[in-house]
DNA sequence: GCCAACGTTGGC
DNA sequence: GCCAACGTTGGC
């Protein structure tokens, strides 16, 4: 089991969207970066926790929580001309780009960019890097359970 | 709207 | 294979 965590701009998807999806779920369509890709086709299983985290906002930050729901597969925008995700190189015989679906699991209060940075327990958090423009990020075990319990308002000692 | 940072492209 | 130019990301 492994944690990631993964930007949408809430004005394409928002935790509410996810929330609102028809089995509250979504395909992750749209990532045009192979690193990103490569999480997805080759480190990600059904299971996997998500931070959902809401970019290029008003109030960036983390606004909920997920997980993956399917192993990887081809992104049907790069098939559609129509799409402003099209992308004329792929076919369906070779396709580039693939993505997981995504479950919603709860809205949570947003933790902002600030408040991730005030924590040297997440200076390493790799969305917090310098330049960093993954859509799509691991986060470790300690990570993951440090903002856990930042939302629960938890003592991460108390909580395994 | 600005701009730093980074990924991709394409000429050589 | 190098690297300059360009496009995109994303916080501010």
Request: charged letters at 25%; proline letters at 8%; glycine letters at 4%.
């Amino acid at each position: 089991m492994r944690y990631w965590l993964m930007k949408s701009e809430p004005a394409e998807c928002s935790i509410d969207d996810l929330a609102a999806m028809p089995g509250r779920r979504v395909p992750w369509f749209g990532v045009r970066n192979y690193q990103a890709r490569n999480f997805m086709t080759r480190e990600m299983s059904v299971g996997d926790g998500v931070l959902f985290y809401h970019s290029s906002c008003p109030q960036p930050g983390i606004a909920g929580l997920a997980r993956v729901a399917s192993e990887a597969y081809p992104d049907e925008t790069q098939f559609d001309p129509d799409s402003p995700y099209f992308d004329p190189k792929a076919s369906r015989d070779a396709p580039r780009w693939q993505n997981v679906d995504v479950a919603f699991v709860a809205k949570t209060r947003l933790v902002g960019l600030a408040e991730l940075r005030a924590h040297p327990e997440l200076a390493d958090l790799r969305v917090l890097a310098r330049g960093n423009r993954l859509s799509i990020t691991p986060v470790t075990n300690d990570e993951w359970r440090f903002i856990l319990c930042q939302l629960l308002d938890a003592d991460p000692d108390d909580v395994q």
